[in-house]
C-alpha cells in the first residue's frame, strides 16, 4: 500500500483556548504546534489563523504570512492554507478568501459545494469555485478539494475534467460537519466508490469520530487528517496536548498496521509538488 500522508490541521477557526488552553491563536503558536506535528510525522500542515488577542477567526494575509515564514525557516513541511473565510463577509469576501494563494503555499484548500454549517451556510458557490481552482493553477498552488457531501464530490469531478485542477488531483473527505455527511464507515466507502481513479485522497472526521474514521481511511489506502481543527480530545474525557500527540497516534496505528508513513518528500513526489530541500524531522 502506498505511504500514509498524515496532515496536521493545527489550529481550525473554531476552536478556543476555553475549550482547550492548547489550541493556537498566535503566527508563533501556530507555527509551533505545526512543527510540532512534522517533528511527530506529518507531511502536511493545514493552517487557519486567528486573531491573536481574541483568537477570533482571521484571513489577514499577513498572518498568514508569518507562519509560512517560520514553519519554511525551519522545516520541508509541506504548507497547506485555508480559503474558507468563515469570518468574511461583504461583496469582496470571495477576493478576499483567495489571497492565501498570493503567498504561493504548496497548497491551498478549496471548497467545492455550499453546506449548512452548524447554524451558518458555508457558501461556495460555483463561479467562485472555478475562479478560485483557475487562480491555483495560475499560482502553482494544488487545490485541495475539500467535500463535505456526495453531491461534491460530482462537482469535484465536473473541475477535474474541465481540465481546472492539475494531476493528481488531491481530494479531502470531510465527513461529521455539521450538517454534511455523517461520519460512518458506510459513508466513507460511498464517498471513497465515487472518486475519479487517480485521485489522492485523505479523510478527515470530527470529534469522537476522528480516530474510527481515520483508521479505516488509512486501511483503505487512503490519507489521513488529524488535528485540533476537527478534535480536541485525545480520549474521552482527556484534552490533547498538542496536535503533536494525535499525529503520533496515528504514525503508530500505520506502523502497527504495516503502512509506512511519507516523509515530506515523499509526499511532495506523491503530490506533484515542488521539491525543496529536504530537512531532517529525526523520524
Ligand atoms: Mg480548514
Redesign the pocket.
Known amino acids: 500500500m502506498e505511504k500514509l500522508i498524515i496532515t496536521a ?1 493545527v489550529s ?2 473554531s476552536p478556543t483556548k476555553e475549550q482547550n488552553p492548547n489550541v493556537p491563536y498566535t503566527p508563533e503558536e501556530i507555527a509551533d504546534q505545526a512543527l510540532g506535528a512534522w517533528r511527530a510525522g506529518a507531511a502536511i500542515a ?1 493552517i ?1 489563523v486567528r486573531d491573536p488577542q481574541t483568537g477570533a477567526a482571521d484571513s489577514n494575509v499577513e498572518l498568514f504570512a508569518e507562519v509560512v515564514e517560520h514553519i519554511r525557516a525551519d522545516s520541508d513541511l509541506i504548507i497547506n492554507l ?1 480559503t ?1 473565510g468563515l469570518n468574511l463577509t461583504g461583496s469582496d469576501a470571495g477576493d478576499r478568501r483567495l489571497d492565501p494563494i498570493s503567498l504561493k503555499p504548496d497548497i491551498c ?1 478549496l471548497d467545492v459545494g455550499s453546506v449548512n454549517f452548524g447554524r451558518r451556510v458555508f457558501v461556495n458557490p460555483l463561479d467562485w469555485v472555478e475562479r478560485g481552482a483557475r487562480e491555483m493553477k495560475e499560482a502553482g498552488v494544488k487545490p485541495e478539494l ?1 467535500v463535505f457531501d456526495i453531491g461534491h464530490i460530482r462537482q469535484a469531478n465536473q473541475l477535474i475534467a474541465d481540465g481546472l485542477v492539475a494531476s493528481p488531483p488531491w481530494m479531502q473527505l470531510c465527513l461529521g460537519i455539521q450538517w454534511g455527511i455523517e461520519a460512518t464507515i458506510e459513508s466513507l466507502v460511498e464517498m471513497r466508490r465515487r472518486l475519479p481513479d487517480e485521485a489522492i485522497w485523505s479523510v478527515l472526521a470530527t470529534g469522537a469520530q476522528q480516530l474510527p474514521i481515520t483508521t479505516h481511511a488509512l486501511l483503505m489506502g487512503g490519507h489521513v487528517r488529524v488535528g485540533f ?1 476537527d478534535n480536541i480530545y485525545l480520549e474521552r474525557g482527556k484534552k490533547a496536548d498538542s496536535n503533536a500527540q494525535f499525529v503520533e497516534r496515528t504514525v503508530n496505528l500505520s506502523r502497527n498496521l504495516l503502512r509506512e508513513v511519507a516523509t515530506c518528500a515523499e509526499a511532495r513526489m506523491m503530490l506533484g509538488l515542488r521539491a525543496v530541500k529536504t530537512v531532517t524531522n529525526d523520524q
Do not use: L, Q, V, Y
Open positions: 490541521a481550525g477557526s493545514h487557519h485555508t474558507s484548500s475539500e481543527e
